[in-house]
């Protein structure tokens, strides 16, 4: 079992640039979950697919952030014109279901927006 | 919504101590608790769960039982070792998201 990956671990960039994120879950996994991180502070929800449908969104999840998981495997994550407050550990998630089955995490990327 | 207190940190403990993280909830139905765990500059990773009320969830000598009674899950550690340093996350799963507290940085020292 290679567990959650994540990639890139850390993302430095220039305010106004997009960046993506990728996120390998666990292979059986049909749940996929991408939380956002601020320092001090306790993940937050930010979006959630099953198999390849996006099925719910945080109100967190301004228009510049747009997910995707086309098919149903790895997602992706991306910012467009990034601003300083997008400066975040950006975590995923995956699960074989819904509760109670727990969810696993990746490593994270940490985004720093300058 | 659903919601998850716990307590303000950071907490220092000397090696062997008797460790106490208080979580209190707030959801609707039945939520699954659980709580993670966070090492310096790695991801979460589950410490233990429970699904019901009264389950006792275990894991690396730390226990935490499921009080519906009072909507609970601390987290204990009869004896608390240098390598237990971390950030500790209370969670709940309603349904499909998890809802985080803020974390409890511990430290514990030789």
């Known amino acids: 079992d290679t567990g959650v990956s994540q990639d890139p671990r850390h993302k430095i960039t220039k305010r106004g640039q997009n960046v993506t994120f990728r996120c390998d879950p666990i292979s059986e996994h049909n749940r996929l979950y991408w939380y956002r991180q601020t320092l001090g502070q306790g993940p937050e929800f930010l979006t959630y697919f099953q198999n390849e449908a996006q099925l719910e969104k945080s109100r967190l999840l301004s228009d510049r952030f747009s997910a995707e998981r086309p098919k149903g495997s790895f997602s992706t994550l991306e910012i467009q014109r990034t601003e300083q407050g997008d400066s975040a550990m950006y975590l995923c998630?995956?699960?074989?279901?819904?509760?109670?089955?727990?969810?696993?995490f990746g490593p994270g990327t940490r985004l720093t927006v300058t | 919504g659903n919601s998850v207190t716990q307590m303000e940190g950071p907490v220092t403990l000397s090696e062997e101590a008797f460790l106490t993280i208080n979580c209190t909830y707030t959801?609707?139905?039945?939520?699954?608790l659980f709580w993670y765990v966070q090492y310096p500059g790695e991801g979460l990773q589950l410490l233990l769960k429970a699904t019901k009320a009264d389950d006792k969830g275990s894991n690396k000598g730390f226990e935490a039982t499921y009080r519906k009674e009072t909507t609970s899950f601390h987290l204990e550690k009869g004896s608390v070792q240098v390598s237990d340093s971390a950030v500790y996350f209370c969670a709940l799963r309603g349904y499909q998201k998890v809802t985080f507290g803020t974390g409890t940085k511990l430290q514990v020292i030789p």
């Open positions: 998630a995956s699960s074989l279901g819904d509760s109670p089955y727990e969810q696993y």
């Open positions: 959801a609707t139905g039945y939520p699954s």
